[in-house]
């Protein structure tokens, strides 16, 4: 397995950037302490986004959606069908890619569960089914060159496994490198319409949990998997290079959006590892954090940055780690810690 790994550390300040189901910060116990948690599924969508936004548009089209029934209309429609082939073709497809939904409203979705599908694909399977194929067939032959985020993040279809994809990239659940404990927010609204007559009180008043944080987070990419046909072996060289450029940008710089309005937490990485291995397995640092920092003088994310150094330069010397390559931020500016990565692709 040919990896490029990265190893990134990073502060956020008041925020809640990925919430529970009663709107609280996540959390995790690690080290027999309370850490701050961002999930694995939380950073995939911000970094996901962020590439098609700002990366490689045209190479990020994957679309997850339980809403299946109009783009595969309209994908045939432009066949030559009439309106009753085409409800019935699009039916066709949908319930072999998922579940179809017993509708209440108009508004309710088709399908039971979302399907991870890129334009060119839905193009692909509704000119198949439109001449008469199976649509089974039909989903099992279309390329999905539009989508290396399906490549890269996967994607699962219960109804016919043969079409799963196996994501190219590897994720780790983002804990704090030291103990944390959520906060409470005690906010309230001016009503502007009161009269100086009118009760002094609050329009309106409430209470949001937050958290501050230095979080360790990991990311890799398989190359040997995205090099497959299954994947994005069919894109030249320099074009995998690219898609691989969009996305470790993109993890770099990426922030989920939760709460950016009233707890804007935009914030670069403090400190980022690199690290090209031509074989072996994914490694991530997070046990040089299994004893929680203690904020010194200078604060969280520089002891946090002093312990991963020790921590990474302790298991290559233990474990004879033998890296291709590694990078450090911000020793090199960030083009030219991916330019480094990416000469290896």
Known sequence: MKLIELHILQSFPVSCLNRDDVGSPKTALFGGVNRARLSSQC???????????????????G?????????????????????DQVAEKAKSIAETLSKLEVKKKET??????????????????????????????????????????????GRMIAN???????????????LSTHQTANEVDFFSAVDDRKTDAADAGAGMIGTLEFSSATYYR????????LEKESHLGLLAKEERRQVVEAFLRAILLAVPGARQNSMNAATLPHTALGVVKEKGQPLQLINAFEKPVSAKQG??????????KAHYGELNETWGLTPTAEVWLPETNVDGFLKTLLSHV
Do not use: W
Request: aromatic content about 6%.
């Open 108 to 153: 309710d979705s088709d399908v039971t569960t979302a399907v991870f599908l890129s334009p060119s694909e839905i193009e692909q399977i509704a000119a198949a089914v439109a001449g008469g194929d199976d649509p089974k067939k039909a989903a099992k032959k279309a390329t999905r060159l539009d989508a290396a985020d399906i490549a890269l993040f």
């Open 299 to 308: 604060g969280l994310a520089d002891a946090s940055a002093e312990r991963m």
């Open 218 to 225: 990991y990311c890799a990419v398989n190359l040997s998997l």
């Open 63 to 83: 679309i997850r959606s339980r809403f299946l029934l109009e783009a595969f209309s309209t994908a045939l429609t432009g066949h030559g069908l009439t309106p």
């Open 43 to 61: 950073l995939k969508r911000a970094a996901r986004v962020h590439a098609r936004e700002h990366g490689e548009p045209e190479r990020f089209q």
């Open 160 to 174: 016919d496994p043969t079409l799963n994809v196996e994501g190219a990239a590897l994720f780790s659940h983002a």
